[in-house]
């Protein structure tokens, strides 16, 4: 048996449950689909709540350096350490979320560490998605040895912890946002190679295919233009899912100090600066981004979840 | 079943020599070595000595082969820091991170299986809700967070469970001193309790979801029903019967979680200043000792190829399906 885990370090087969017979749904009036999609929402609850704080983390990405208080990367001796919503003797407060060992705001370095994640996490997907799209179709498409080629190689990265893979080569290339998202969407393909694959395998026989060879379609055409539309709805589910385990990566990585350079915060590297408090008590250092990175996560896992569902309801009686 | 084990055997290969290449490749991807070798103020002489004597002057494939001959006979290479055989550095650190992380998988696994079971029978209750959304929030907590979190808790507030340090366990018994280890046991249960529920919490969060979806398929299935209609107590049905089906794909996870559990470890080592391989390759990429990263690596790797080896031959000896 060989095993098939569909994805990199912490994503969840089971949990994505996806079958690779999900199918896509029957095509449907534009407005109509997300009508049923918004009353689903609504009638999950939880969903909802996940889209609301993505919608505040999408804002805090793109308002952040107008509304963020302080600059994230001011340093100032006399105010280390000062613990949330103290006033100073003007009965200001300045650190809504208290500062840190070096004087830093830590609200700043939060609303800025948002853009890092989410920068890191869609671009690494859409990297990996792309990549695995791509070698999906035409793994399916052409079968024979290419497919043999594409699916042993995949075969490989998955028999390789990717953490340990990202590490090795994040010591070598050097931290950096851009090495950073390059590892990770590197190491996402295989996930979507494989899905996509055994759709366009069972794809590339229907009439609808076979009509586009007879109308004289190329390769590339049929692949990109007739068959992908009808494999994007069951990738939306994996991405989502995907999204949130790239975003515990980068926060692991930056934790180890090979996500970004110093200068840039993100919540992974706030993290790993809050041990140096942590015998001294200094609870907010590691409370706040830690339930950053949870909420975050924990939206797109819920996004998810509900996706899974609504693209495919035979699976939600199971829960 | 032998032809299995050949096929089987025989991908392990290629599997191991594309963990090889991956590791060669990462050492070369970002150009010439020899300056991960020497120090900022090397002499150009300096540095073509050190090119020569570990042989990046030759051409690529001649270093990829003669990489993996050595590897084959266990030679890494030389540790940077301690001057050892890097090998040697990694097998010391080894026992604590598989303490850590079979006792992580054990809470995974001892955890989970009661609470999907609960939430299963009570489905659509609030024990079930409460059960899922924990379970949700368990999978989406860095592991490392929640260890820090743990630390201030109960580490530094209320002081019931120590920060940090470590009993040795295993090393004793490979020893053969089992009279140590058992004495030692208590306290090492101790002082893995914080960083094992760090690591295992991902791992139990979804066990807990398996094992319930899984349970509420097999609940509804013609052979529970028999089994109460013969007049078997709720408990013979739930446990004998419905149970030992449901948690086979728990199972069969268990290879793969092995290899997420090792990801974990790697970062949740440093927190609790654990000395096993994820502390020792945290301190390795901070002093750019890269034979022994390298070391690291490959013996992660390698163990956790070898767990899913292990488990796919148990799977197929279990299972006769799965040979065909």
Request: aromatic fraction near 10%.
């Amino acid at each position: 048996m060989t095993q098939s885990h569909p994805d990199g370090p912490f994503i969840d087969p089971a949990a994505a449950g996806l079958a690779d017979t999900m199918v896509a749904l029957p095509p449907q009036r534009r407005g109509d689909g997300w009508r049923r999609a918004w009353r689903s929402m609504v009638r999950g609850r939880w969903p909802l709540l996940a889209l609301f704080i993505l919608a505040l983390l999408i804002l805090a990405a793109i308002l952040g350096p107008t509304i963020s208080p302080l600059d994230p990367n001011r340093q100032n001796i006399m105010t280390r350490l000062e613990a949330p919503m103290v006033a100073d003797r003007a009965g200001h407060v300045k650190f809504f979320l208290g500062s840190d060992g070096l004087g830093r705001d830590v609200l700043s370095r939060l609303l800025y560490g948002a853009r890092v994640s989410l920068l890191v996490g869609v671009t690494a997907i859409v990297i990996g998605g792309s990549l695995g799209v791509a070698l999906g179709l035409i793994s399916g498409y052409f079968g024979g040895w290419t497919d043999d080629v594409i699916m042993r190689i995949g075969d490989i990265q998955l028999a390789f912890p990717f953490v340990l893979m990202a590490i090795m080569f994040l010591v070598v290339l050097g931290p950096g946002v851009f090495n950073l998202i390059l590892v990770l969407g590197i190491g996402q393909w295989i996930t979507y190679a494989r899905i996509v694959r055994a759709q366009t395998l069972s794809l590339r026989e229907k009439e609808f295919v076979e009509a586009a060879r007879a109308l004289g379609a190329s390769h590339a055409s049929i692949m990109f233009v007739t068959i992908l539309p009808n494999v994007i709805a069951p990738l939306t589910v994996i991405a989502s899912f995907n999204i949130a385990s790239v975003i515990l990566a980068e926060a692991a990585l930056s934790f180890l100090g090979l996500g970004v350079p110093p200068s840039v915060p993100t919540w992974g590297s706030m993290l790993a600066e809050s041990r140096d408090q942590l015998i001294a008590n200094k609870w907010w250092l590691a409370v706040f981004p830690g339930m950053a990175i949870v909420l975050t996560v924990l939206a797109f896992n819920i996004i998810g979840d509900w996706l899974r569902d609504f693209l495919d309801p035979r699976l939600k009686s199971n829960g | 079943m032998w032809t299995y084990i050949a096929r089987r055997l025989s991908q392990t290969v290629i599997v191991i020599l594309g963990v090889t290449l991956i590791s060669f490749t990462a050492l070369h991807i970002g150009g010439d070595p020899t300056f991960l070798y020497v120090s900022d103020r090397a002499t150009n002489e300096e540095i073509a000595q050190t090119r020569v004597r570990l042989g990046f002057d030759k051409p690529l494939y001649v270093q990829y082969l003669t990489f993996i001959g050595k590897a084959a006979q266990g030679d890494l290479g030389k540790s940077l820091k301690f001057h050892r055989p890097a090998i040697d550095v990694v097998a010391d650190a080894l026992p604590a991170t598989i303490e850590l992380t079979l006792f992580s998988m054990l809470i995974a696994i001892v955890v989970a299986i009661p609470l999907g079971v609960l939430a299963a029978l009570r489905r659509g209750s609030a024990t079930d809700g409460s059960i899922m959304i924990l379970g949700m929030l368990g999978q989406s907590i860095p592991s490392f967070w929640l260890g820090i979190m743990m630390i201030m808790t109960f580490g530094v507030q209320l002081r019931w469970l120590p920060i940090s340090g470590h009993v040795p366990l295993l090393e004793p018994m490979f020893q053969g001193d089992f009279h140590t280890a058992f004495a030692n046991l208590p306290s090492a249960i101790y002082y893995l309790i914080m960083p094992s529920l760090a690591v295992g919490v991902y791992s139990l969060s979804r066990n807990a979801r398996l094992v319930r979806s899984s349970m509420l398929e097999t609940l509804s299935l013609d052979f529970v029903r028999t089994a109460r209609a013969k007049g078997l107590s709720e408990y013979a049905v739930v446990i004998n019967h419905a149970l030992r089906n449901a948690w086979l794909p728990v199972v069969t996870m268990i290879g793969l979680e092995f290899g997420f559990l090792l990801g974990g470890v790697v970062v949740v080592e440093i927190v609790f200043s654990w000395p096993g391989i994820g502390r020792l390759l945290f301190n390795a990429i901070n002093q750019r000792d890269i034979p022994l990263v390298q070391a690291c690596v490959i013996v992660l790797a390698g163990i956790f190829v070898a767990i899913n080896l292990i488990v796919d031959l148990v799977y197929a000896r279990l299972d006769p399906r799965v040979r065909l």
